[in-house]
């Protein structure tokens, strides 16, 4: 079964704090994706990395940086934390075939920013 | 702008009835559509899928239907059972541009 670990499963930070939330996966997957769940708004892409030092701008990257140093693990970075950034965060990673690519994501890491 | 829509937040059904989820889409580029369930404290696993060259795809009590015209996708669970009961999201896939866009969720419960 293909596992994605998400460090943290809460996390409390104060306003200006950077923030660090770190995911790997052991499947050896090229694609990985930082999401945010928000009540009423869904899932909303930040980031995605599809190889090693790389990096795209999801639907709302604003806030947020990325670091994709080694294959199995995809961080996201908030460099100064503000209260609209108290989320539920999910990882992901893919594989593709063809035109079907399923996402497997972590359980998730609670943030809250006071 | 929000091209993903589950216009209904909640479902309740009853043990053994069916379940009908739906979802509509604007961006014409999506070719790929996926369900992922979620239960609480835990992350959304996938569920089923259909590719936009299809209209219907059928895994054991799940089928997913897809009208390409209408921009419209719905996901039938039957019989529904009391495990089914989670947070149902609609996912479109673009593969140009290698993203997945989500909507909004829907929580069914299904009552024994």
């Known amino acids: 079964d293909v596992k994605v670990t998400q460090s943290s499963r809460y996390l409390v930070k104060r306003t200006g704090e950077k923030v660090f939330l770190e995911c790997v996966q052991d499947?050896?997957?090229?694609?990985m994706f930082w999401y945010r769940q928000d009540p009423g708004l869904g899932l909303r892409l930040i980031y995605f990395?599809?190889?090693?030092?790389?990096?795209e701008k999801g639907d709302i990257p604003e806030g947020y940086s990325v670091s994709r140093e080694k294959k199995e693990r995809f961080s996201l970075i908030l460099e100064s934390a503000s209260t609209n950034q108290t989320s539920m965060y999910l990882c992901?990673?893919?594989?593709?075939?063809?035109?079907?690519?399923?996402?497997?994501f972590g359980s998730g890491t609670q943030l809250s920013v006071l | 702008d929000q091209q993903v829509k589950q216009n209904s937040p909640s479902l309740s059904v009853q043990e053994g009835r069916i379940s009908i989820l739906n979802c509509d889409y604007t961006n014409s580029m999506f070719d790929y559509f996926l369900w992922y369930k979620k239960y609480p404290a835990e992350g959304p696993t996938f569920l089923i899928s259909?590719?936009?060259?299809?209209d219907k795809n059928e895994d054991g009590r799940f089928t997913v239907f897809l009208n390409k015209s209408a921009k419209h996708l719905s996901l039938h669970i039957v019989p529904s059972q009391p495990g089914d009961s989670a947070v149902y999201f609609c996912?479109?896939?673009?593969?140009?541009?290698?993203?997945?866009?989500f909507g909004d969720g829907t929580t069914l419960t299904v009552k024994p």
């Open positions: 996912a479109a896939h673009n593969t140009n541009a290698g993203k997945s866009t």
């Open positions: 259909i590719s936009s060259i299809k």
């Open positions: 992901a990673s893919s594989f593709r075939t063809g035109r079907e690519e399923k996402l497997f």
């Open positions: 990395s599809y190889d090693v030092k790389m990096k």
């Open positions: 499947m050896d997957h090229e694609n």
